[in-house]
C-alpha cells in the first residue's frame, strides 16, 4: 500500500502580523525595513555601550561592590581617538582608567555592529534578504533575478547607500565653514541619505541611486521577478553584426526570363549602423612617414639632452653640496679648536667664535653649544652661550632639558660638597633656565608641541645668579610641563589652551598644556587660562589664581591649601581628593565640579557656588561657607562640624549621614534638603540676639536670622536637642514630636 509523505512545515500559515505586513504598498514595506535595520544596528551598540558607561560611573561615584578601575583597553583608546579626530570632538580625559566592566563592555559595543552588519550582508548577498527584509517581504535582486551577491551587496550598501551620501555631507561640512558643529553634519548626513532614497519617487522601476550603482531591482518577496516590458523589448529586438547594431532592408524586384515568366526576386540588405572611426594613431603614422620620422627624431634627441642636462645638473649640485660641507666641517672643526683653549686672554675670541657657531649652518652646532654649556666655567661665556642658542630658536629646547636634567642630578650629588663646584653647577642651571625661559617667550608660536617635562624652572632667589621665570600673558598651550618645577613662577593672564591646527577651540587638535605632577608653589597664575588642562597631583600651594578659568580642568589629587582662587571659575573641574586646606575661595564658582573626599577645613568660601557639585566625603571643618550656594549639592557623608553657613543656600542639597555638629545654621536654606541619618548636635538654627550689659533674659532671636526649614523632614537627623526640635516645629519643620 502506498503511502504518502506529506512534509511538516509545508502547511505552515505565516503569522496574522506578516500576513498584515505583506498587505501594505511596497514602498512602505521598503522604508519600514531600512527603519529597522538601522535600529538592529544602533541597539547592538547602544545597549552595551549604555551598561558599560553606567559601570564607569558606578566605579567614579563610589558605589559599586568592586571600585577598582584598570586601563582603557588600547583598541577602545585608539577608537576613541578616531572617531574624535573625524569628527572633530574634543578628547579630554589621557590616559583613562574605568571599570573591568566597561572594558567588557564596550569592546562589545565595538564589536557587536561588526558582527550583526557582516551577518545581514552575507544574508542579503545570498538570499537578497537581510532579516527585516525578509520579515517584512522585501527582496533584493539582479537583472537576471539571482541575489546580488555579496560582493553585489557590499556595493550596494557600502558604497551606494551609506558611503556615497555620508561622504558627500562630510566634505561639504568639513570644507563649508560649517565645521565643527556636529549638528550640521548630522543634518546634512540626513538630507543626503534622503536625497539618495528620493531617487526613486522619479523613476518608473523605483530604482534608488545605490540600486543604479549596484544594478539591483527591489520587488514583492512573494512574487516571482519579470523584467520590465522596456528592457524586455529592447533585448529581444537588439541585432548585433561584429557588436554594433544591424540595420534591416527587404528589397523586391521583377524579372522576365525568356520563357516569358515574371518572377519575383527579394533582396536582403544588412547595413552596419556603426560609427566611423576616426583616425588611429598607427593609420596616421602611415599616412605622415617623413613627419612621423620627424617627430620620432626630434622626441629622441630631446630625450637624451635631457638626461645629460639633468645629469649635469644633479653631478654639479652634488660637487657643490660636497664642497659647501667641507668647508662648514672645517669652519666647525676651527671654531671648535678657538673654544677649546681656555686661556683669558682669549675670552673675546671665544666669544666670536660661540656667535659664529650660531650661524652656521651645521646640525652638530646645537648639540655642542649646549654641552659646552655644561662645561663652561666663565660666567660671562655661560651668558654668551645662553644668548647663542636663544636666537637658533626652538630646535634648542630638547638639548637645554636633556642638560637641565643632567644639571638637576649633578646639584643632587654634589650636595655637601665643595662651595665652588655647587655655585658653578647653579650657574650653568640658571643659565639653561634663562634660555627656556627666553625661547618660550620670543618663539611663541613654534612652541606648542614642547616638551619640558621635569625641568628645572623654579624661582632662584640666593646664590651666584638669580632667577624667576616671567611668561605673563604668554602662549604656552600645548607645552607639556609634567613633573616640572615652575615654583614662584610669574604667569599671570597666560594662556595654557588654544585652538590647534584648525584653527577652531574645541576640537579634537587643540594644543592643552599638561601640568600632571608639576611644582606650582606660588606660583601666580592670576587671569590664567587652565580650561581643560590636566593638573593632577599638581602642587599649588600657596599659589594666586584669582580669576583664573580652570573649568573642566583635571585636579585629581592637587595640593591647593592656603591657595587664592578669588573670582575663579572651576565649572565642572575635578578635584577628587585634592587638598584646599585654608584656601579662599570667595566668590569661585565650582558648579557640577566633583569635589569627592576633597579636604577643605577651613577654607573662606563666602559668596562661592557649589551648585549641583559633588560634594560626597568632603571635610570642611572650621570653613566659614557664609551665603554660598549649595543648591541640589550631594553632600553625602561630608563633614560640616563647625562650619559657618550663614545665609547659605542648601535647597534641595542631599546631606545624608553628614555631620553638622556645631554648625551655624543661621538664616540658611534647607528646604527640600535631604538630612537623613544627619548628624545636628549643638548646631545653631537662630543666630541669638547679644545680651546687653543689664539685661539677664536672652531675647528671641530676629525673624531673619532663622534657618528656613518650612516642610523639612527631621525625623530621621540625630542628636537633636528639645530646643532645636521647638524651633523646628515653630519654623514648620517635620518631626515626630512637632505637636
Known sequence: MATQSVKKGSNRKSPSWRIQMHRLPLGTRRGAATIVEISLVVASALVPYSIGLAAKFCTNAGACVSPETVPLNPVLATTE????????????????????????????????????????????????????????????????GDPPGLIGAVWREGVGRWGLPLSTAYLIWRYSGAFPDLGILLGLSALMWLGENAIALFNPERRTLHDR???????????????????????????????????????????????GHRETVTTIVLTSQSP?????LWYWMRQNPGLTLITIGFSC?????????????????????????QQNNKVFLALVERLSQSSPNQLEERRSAILALARLDDSRAIPFLVDLLGQERVPALMEAIGQTLVSTGPEALPYLQRLNLSLQKDSALLQGSGLVERQLIARRLVGTQRAI???????PTQIHNADLSRTDLSEVRQGPALFTLVLDKADLSGILFKGASLTGASLRNSRFLGAGEDGRLGTFDDWIADFNGADLKEANLTGALLSDVPLNRTNLIRATLNRANLSNA????????????????????????????????????????????ARLGQVSAVGAKFTFALLMNSNWQGADLSEADFQNANLQKADLSATRLVGANLAQAQLQNANLQNTNLSATDLRGANLAGADLKGATFAAPKPLQSDQFIQEAPNSASLARVKGVDFSQAKNLDAKQIDLICDQGGRHPRCQ
Open 81 to 144: 581617538d578616531a572617531i574624535a579626530k573625524t569628527l572633530a570632538i574634543p578628547r579630554r580625559e589621557s590616559n583613562q582608567r574605568v571599570a573591568p566592566l566597561t572594558n567588557l563592555f564596550w569592546c562589545g559595543a565595538l564589536v557587536a555592529p561588526i558582527v550583526v552588519v557582516g551577518w545581514q550582508l552575507y544574508k542579503l548577498g545570498k538570499t537578497g534578504q537581510t532579516s527585516p527584509k525578509r520579515w517584512l517581504g522585501v527582496q533584493v535582486v539582479q537583472e537576471s
Open 213 to 259: 550603482i549596484a544594478g539591483t531591482f527591489v520587488i514583492d518577496g512573494a512574487r516571482a521577478f519579470v523584467p520590465y516590458p522596456e528592457r524586455n523589448s529592447s533585448q529581444s529586438n537588439r541585432l548585433l553584426r561584429n557588436g554594433h547594431p544591424v540595420k534591416l532592408e527587404v528589397q523586391s524586384s521583377w524579372t522576365q526570363p525568356d520563357d
Open 276 to 280: 566611423k572611426r576616426s583616425l588611429h
Open 301 to 325: 634627441i630631446s630625450a637624451v639632452l635631457g638626461t645629460f642636462v639633468g645629469t649635469q645638473i644633479y653631478i654639479q649640485s652634488q660637487a657643490n653640496w660636497r664642497s659647501s660641507k
Open 437 to 443: 625661559a627666553k625661547i618660550l617667550s620670543i618663539y
Open 554 to 597: 583635571q585636579l585629581v589629587g592637587a595640593n591647593l591649601s592656603s591657595a587664592k582662587l578669588i573670582g575663579a571659575d572651576l565649572r565642572q573641574a575635578v578635584l577628587e581628593n585634592a587638598s584646599l586646606t585654608g584656601a579662599d575661595l570667595a566668590n569661585a564658582n565650582f558648579t557640577q565640579s566633583n569635589l569627592s573626599s
